[in-house]
């Protein structure tokens, strides 16, 4: 157990580095953050010897701090009421870039992960890594059989790092969540659970594969998207081996319009790829960055790294569907219920006022030139009403909220006239219709009842076990209750025994009092 006092000096040790970039400036004004919170910050720029005066650089001191502090950065650069819009929108620049490893330690840790040498798993490898992040590093290699494949490796006592840092989050977020108040409504703790589900399962290569392999499954019918395949026999928690893409980076416009790619097209593709696996698989790419997505000569749309993926439940896609629906037509009605009915927010609110402040968000985009339309400023607005109706933190949304952001930066760099709006609601309609229409809802119904009916024999049996049948010996007389010598029974009154010790225990009090002299 790693004791408070470590805690506390990795804190400033971190609060000074933040400081001296004036990250924490923004805290130190906040009036909802805690007053012990505002003191510790004014003390680390007071350390740091830093003005409040400058332009925050919160990307650069998160990169400054460590690789899981640059994931951290990442995962609260979709949290605009948490870090504020100026902090969120910084994160997003956040890069997980990092010098690479030697290549000797590489060699070390591949072959040591699977027991064997090097040359009876690849022919060859790159020693020079195509890219070098914060968890991890990729080469290219050539397997003993020819093929060419990117073979990702962790980077050496990465997962130990990752581990002390992320118990010193957790030991400051339930503090600070003590605090009460707007800290408690934030939920820093669950943030920070969630925080370390993604990162276990991005230390775990295996389960990386795994997730991809789901995902291709997942979408096998998309045309134009799909997912490299895994050399499971060269795979294990530290190395991960897939095919090799060649393929030109879905930022690189240039030279995707060289190719003469119809960038239109392919950025309408990004987007109905992206609500197929969240609304209707419920299991999608949660980092879908630039670096993360390729496109081949075809227009076809490779996606790489599966470390962080979001699942969602069929409930809340449904609800996620009707909000995303109601949003784009106007029905700020419905989707105030949709809060209400998911207990998004609590009951003691109105609806009709949360769909007052729904369309106080809503309205002014409508009509606005296609180029000024936004998801992410749609998503600002929600965050922005959420305190004035006591809506805490729905972690599971979280990364849908993130990627929704990253995939219409994306498309709007491919075509910055595409409308979000107007590019999903076709396909939500047609979900909706298929999944909530009366059909649907009658199927479902006969579903469900199938189900409950199947399951009546186990119910029987499970009955008869706790209540079993009477046997073949006849049943046996009641029995008369005979009181036994060892039963204790509570006494009505006392016995003259009891009186008579009594009685000389007062006496016997009565005559030392005299004796001593304490009664005349």
């Known amino acids: 157990m790693t004791q408070p006092a470590t805690h506390l000096f990795r804190l400033l040790k971190w609060g000074i580095t933040l400081a001296r970039r004036r990250a924490l400036v ?94 009876t798993l690849f022919k060859e490898i790159d020693p020079n890594p195509v890219g070098a992040a914060s968890i991890a590093q990729v080469h290219k290699g050539v397997t003993i059989d020819g093929r060419e494949v990117a073979i990702k490796v962790l980077r050496p006592g990465i997962r130990e790092k990752f581990a002390r840092d992320i118990q010193t989050y957790e030991w400051a977020a339930a503090h600070l969540e003590a605090f009460g108040g707007e800290a408690e409504r934030l939920r820093p703790r669950l943030t920070i659970a969630n925080f370390k589900r993604w990162t276990n399962s ?45 393929a030109v980076k879905i930022s690189r416009i240039e030279e995707l319009k060289a190719q003469g790619q119809d960038l239109p097209h392919i950025a309408e593709r990004l987007v109905i790829s992206f609500l197929t696996q969240a609304i209707s698989a419920g299991f999608f790419h949660a980092d879908m960055h630039q670096g993360n997505l390729f496109v081949e000569e075809d227009g076809t749309i490779v996606a790489i790294d599966f470390g962080i993926m979001g699942r969602i439940d069929r409930r809340a896609r449904q609800w996620l569907a009707e909000i995303l629906y109601g949003l784009t037509t106007g029905n700020y009605k419905r989707v105030a219920e949709i809060h209400f009915e998911a207990q998004y927010v609590p009951s003691y609110h109105s609806v009709g006022e949360f769909a007052t402040a729904l369309r106080a968000v809503g309205e002014p985009m409508r009509g606005k030139p296609v180029s000024e339309l936004s998801v992410g400023q749609m998503l600002d607005g929600l965050f922005a009403i959420t305190r004035d109706f006591d809506m805490q933190t729905q972690p599971h949304l979280l990364l849908l909220q993130k990627t929704m952001v990253m995939v219409e930066g994306i498309a709007t760099q491919l075509n910055p006239q595409i409308n979000m709006w107007d590019t999903s609601a076709p396909y939500v309609r047609g979900w909706i219709r298929d999944e909530l229409g009366p059909e649907a809802a009658v199927a479902e119904r006969i579903k469900e009842d199938t189900q409950t009916f199947l399951r009546l024999p186990d119910l029987i049996r499970r009955i008869e076990d706790r209540f079993p049948a009477k046997g073949g010996a ?47």
Request: glycine share 12%; net charge negative; proline share 10%.
């Open 26 to 119: 923004g805290i130190e004004n906040d009036p909802n953050a805690p007053p012990p919170v505002r003191r510790l910050v004014k003390l680390a720029r007071w350390i740091s010897f830093t003005g409040k005066s400058g332009t925050p650089d919160y990307a650069g001191a998160f990169r400054a701090i460590g690789p899981a502090a640059i994931k951290l950065g990442q995962s609260l650069a979709t949290r605009p009421d948490i870090v504020g819009e100026e902090a969120a929108n910084n994160l997003l620049s956040l890069q997980d870039n990092l010098p690479p490893v030697p290549f000797s330690e590489i060699e070390a840790s591949i072959a040591a992960s699977f027991g064997v040498p090097l040359d």
């Open 202 to 246: 991005e230390l775990d290569l295996r389960r990386e594969a795994a997730s991809a392999s789901e995902l291709a499954e997942g979408m096998a019918g998309i045309e134009g998207y799909r997912i490299p395949e895994i050399d499971w026999d060269r795979t294990n928690g530290r190395v991960l081996t897939v095919e090799w893409i060649n």
């Open 474 to 520: 006849p049943e046996q007389p009641p029995l008369p209750d005979v009181p036994l010598m060892t039963d204790r029974k509570p006494r009505e009154g006392g016995s003259v025994l009891g009186y008579l010790v009594a009685g000389a225990a007062g006496a016997g009090a009565m005559f030392g009092a005299v004796a001593l002299g304490l009664i005349g």
